[in-house]
């Protein structure tokens, strides 16, 4: 299996910057499990396993001018126990899916997110939706929801019957 280009894992990360990196054929580009102000900046995932980003148990920071394209497996970028963290200016597209996993979407939302921003950002010709989440993490109250900027368009490209451009209603799910 393919390994993990940059990763980090403990609470004790403190300002990190990841400027200007490029990640092929790797699970991802960047995974951080723990930390306060992680900011991605200008950074580009291709053909990366699992997606380009994970971002786990942060609280702060930015992804900024970032892409996840032709991932081979779930998600462009991962966000999970996030608080105060904004996408901006970013493009996830091209990503895959195996059989019926519900993956294959631009950005996933799970486990207890909250003040999270999306903006300016570009989600196209995903084999799954453009955002996946869980209704306990993706509620309007712990999101503070997309800009009118964001674009997503020609998703669930794979996707299960009864869907419309970019919305799938699914048990315990909510997905644009």
């Known amino acids: 299996m393919p390994y993990v280009g ?3 894992n403990a609470e004790h990360n403190r300002n990190v910057e990841i ?21 991605v900046t200008d950074c580009k995932a291709e053909n990366c396993h699992y997606g380009g980003y994970s971002i786990l148990g942060v609280k702060g920071g ?12 779930e998600l462009a970028a991962f966000l999970g126990i ?19 996993d519900p993956d294959g979407e631009g950005i996933d939302f799970e486990r207890n997110n909250r003040n999270v921003v999306i903006r300016n950002c570009h989600m196209h010709d995903n084999a799954g939706c453009a955002i996946i989440g869980v209704l306990t993490s993706f509620a309007v109250s712990t999101c503070n929801g ?3 900027t964001v674009m ?6 794979q ?3 009864n869907i419309t451009e970019n919305i799938l209603t699914q048990p315990n799910q909510r997905i644009i």
């Open 19 to 39: 400027v200007s990196c490029t990640s092929e054929r790797t699970m991802h580009l960047f995974a951080v499990s723990g930390g306060t102000n992680i900011d």
């Open 82 to 100: 996030v608080d105060g963290y904004e996408v901006v200016d970013s493009e996830f597209a091209y990503q895959q899916r195996l059989g019926t």
């Open 152 to 157: 997503v368009f020609r998703n669930s490209i």
């Open 146 to 148: 997309l800009s009118p």
């Open 159 to 161: 996707g299960y019957s």
């Open 62 to 73: 930015t992804m900024k001018n970032c892409k996840s394209l032709y991932g081979g497996r």
């Open 6 to 8: 940059i990763w980090f």
